[in-house]
């Protein structure tokens, strides 16, 4: 073995790393915002979270990336530390499929359908595929798939280069000296530990020890300690991230280092233990890469199995570890998208999607209690308006900045919903600014002592029940994200234009006939326009919710909307008649005082 040797050996590793970086961002695309809606779904029961962590890990393929998710949420307030510790157990779990697919690597058989499990076999095979698929196909799901192809190919590329490599090893009496240090179990969890930490990647570590397995140096007894030292060493990741987040999301590194330590502890001591009494034949047997794979699984499902009913204990280790400090700052609604998401860009886009929906809510709220406030204003109702109008502003600068920010290889779908939110946060900011010129106006009514004739205020009555009822179901259809409701929103909205020119219109006939003075006319038509606008902006955001339920990436909002506006389309027309009756003024009552 030449310093070529360790070049290629190198190169291997680099080639490893690289295609599982391509294949798990293709696995995390065709995820999309699924991860995010399962997450929710499935963490009230430890055993569905258990579930869980195995099966976003294995498709996200890296147990690194799913702490880093996990301390993400955490420090948002989304996820609560209990709830973690399920996931990171199953993460734990689902890491060990690598180590499986790996092990095809020491397939050697003259056998053809043998043969043809092996990877140098069937490598090729799929990074034709996976090329054609991405230079032929117009969907980007298609894509996706042959990423992932290219991205398993060139993982396996690696470890055969690395395999190749390390085959001079095994007639070298200095590299057997070497591994006789290994016999050593407590050096060989610092190794598996400090190489993990350094590459930051336990399958590519797993790796290197089967591709040095294949030269029959390595026995079992060697390699259940390093084994479980990769095991450690993959909290380094979740340790590094953790910088900078509050207590409880530290925690949830501090959760993830107790596990493994404890585990592999517990563990080599029983091992050793009983080898003491009974000595064990298979300790210094060699070890196999599919040895290594089994040695893998059996240890994270044994130390689940063995700590999982202690989860909470874990939980109260985490705590102890790091305390609460007096006069820390709370976390609050913006620090919900923490900027660890944006490594698991689908899972940072739902986030967002959740958050500008509680700016929805609020926004919906802010409207109501600034109607409600015209007729009888409401000291505490105006201090909430002005603090959801503060939250709102606040909101959309968070999610501005975070959403400009989200990069990498997004699915169709996340595109869109990029897009969508953009528009959404400065729509509902709009919305929000309007319930504030409302509760402007309605004070300007209680300072003065001043209010609208009974007429007036029944047209008004009309036009505000229309706007809440378009504010609700805007709302209703952004946090279901449903386009047939969406669709509802239209022709609402030209029934409160219509509203507003036939209440002007009866305001200038009782003007000229001296039943209404000019200052109650500015606020009345104050109020108009914002009705008016709030309704507007409504209809941007169902256009919004509707277009990206289309195929189409491009909005053109207003483009959209003269569409149906022109076309006369049967549903539209149906919708606008059933509401035009709904909300109809009534023609008995002629202007009077």
């Given amino acids: 073995m030449d310093i070529f040797s360790v070049f290629t050996i190198a190169g291997g590793l680099a080639f490893f790393l690289y295609g599982m970086h391509v294949m798990s961002a293709g696995l995390e695309r065709m995820a999309g915002g699924k991860l995010e809606k399962t997450l929710r779904r499935m963490t009230s029961n430890v055993f569905k979270a258990l579930l869980l962590g195995a099966g976003i890990t294995i498709a996200i393929q890296s147990s690194s990336a799913m702490t880093v998710m996990l301390i993400g949420l955490v420090n948002s307030g989304i996820l609560e530390l209990s709830q973690t510790v399920g996931i990171i157990m199953g993460s734990n779990i689902g890491t060990t499929l690598t180590a499986w697919v790996l092990s095809l690597a020491g397939i050697e058989s003259n056998n053809f359908f043998l043969r043809l499990l092996s990877p140098s076999a069937f490598s090729p095979l799929l990074a034709l595929v996976g090329v054609g698929m991405i230079m032929m196909s117009k969907k980007n799901r298609k894509k996706d798939i042959g990423s992932i192809l290219i991205g398993f190919s060139v993982l ?7 395999k190749n490599a390390v085959s001079p090893l095994a007639d070298m009496p200095e590299f057997a000296n070497i591994l006789m240090m290994f016999r050593n179990p407590l050096l060989g969890v610092l190794t598996g530990a400090l190489v993990t930490a350094i590459i930051q990647s336990s399958a590519a570590s797993v790796g290197i020890l089967q591709a040095l397995s294949l030269t029959g140096g390595i026995t079992c007894g060697m390699a259940i300690p390093i084994i479980m030292g990769q095991n450690i060493g993959t909290c380094v990741t979740a340790v590094i991230s ?13 959760v993830h280092i107790y596990f493994n330590v404890i585990g592999t502890v517990v563990m080599l001591s029983l091992l050793y233990g009983i ?6 034949s298979f300790l210094n047997q060699p070890i196999t890469p599919l040895g ?4 893998h699984s059996i240890f994270n499902v044994l130390a689940t199995m063995m700590l999982l009913p202690f989860r ?6 985490a705590e102890y570890s790091v305390k609460d400090g007096k006069g820390g700052r709370e976390k609050g609604d913006f620090d919900l998208i923490d900027t660890r998401l944006l490594n698991t860009p689908s899972m940072a886009i739902a986030e967002c999607d959740r958050a500008t929906e509680k700016m929805a809510r609020l926004v919906e709220e802010s409207v109501s209690a600034a109607i409600d406030c015209v007729y009888l204003y409401d000291e505490e109702k105006a201090q909430m308006i002005f603090e959801n109008e503060q939250s709102v502003d606040r909101y959309e600068d968070k999610l501005g900045s975070f959403l400009v920010k989200v990069r990498g290889d997004l699915s169709d779908h996340d595109r869109k919903k990029v897009s969508q939110l953009l528009r959404a946060i400065g729509d509902l900011e709009r919305i929000g600014d309007h319930s504030e010129a409302i509760l402007d106006a309605a004070n300007e009514l209680h300072t003065k002592k001043i209010h ?12 505000e029940r229309a706007i809440r009822d378009i504010v609700a179901l805007t709302v209703r259809a952004f946090s279901m994200d449903d386009p047939e409701i969406a669709a509802r929103v239209e022709p609402l909205e030209q029934v409160v234009d219509n509203l507003k020119e036939q209440i002007l219109a009866r305001h200038v006939e009782r003007l000229q006939r001296g039943e209404c003075t000019i200052e109650l006319g500015f606020i009345l038509s104050n109020l108009l326009t914002n009705y008016e606008r709030i309704s507007d902006h409504c209809s941007n955001l169902a256009a919004s919710i509707i277009k990206t339920d289309s195929n189409a990436l491009a909005m053109d909002i207003h483009g959209y909307l003269s569409e149906i506006k022109s076309g006369h389309e049967t549903p539209f027309e149906r919708r606008y008649e059933e ?12 202007p009077t005082a």
């Fill in 156 to 162: 396996m590329y690696g470890m055969e280069l690395m």
């Fill in 242 to 254: 953790s910088i900078g987040a509050n207590k409880n999301a530290k925690r949830v590194a501090v």
């Fill in 292 to 295: 290594i794979a089994a040695v």
């Fill in 275 to 280: 080898n003491m009494i009974a000595p064990i």
């Fill in 312 to 317: 909470n204990w874990l939980v109260k280790a």
């Fill in 579 to 590: 509401y035009r009756s709904e909300y109809r003024l009534d023609d008995s009552e002629q």
């Fill in 452 to 463: 609208f004739s009974a007429t007036a205020t029944g047209e008004l009555l009309v036009i």
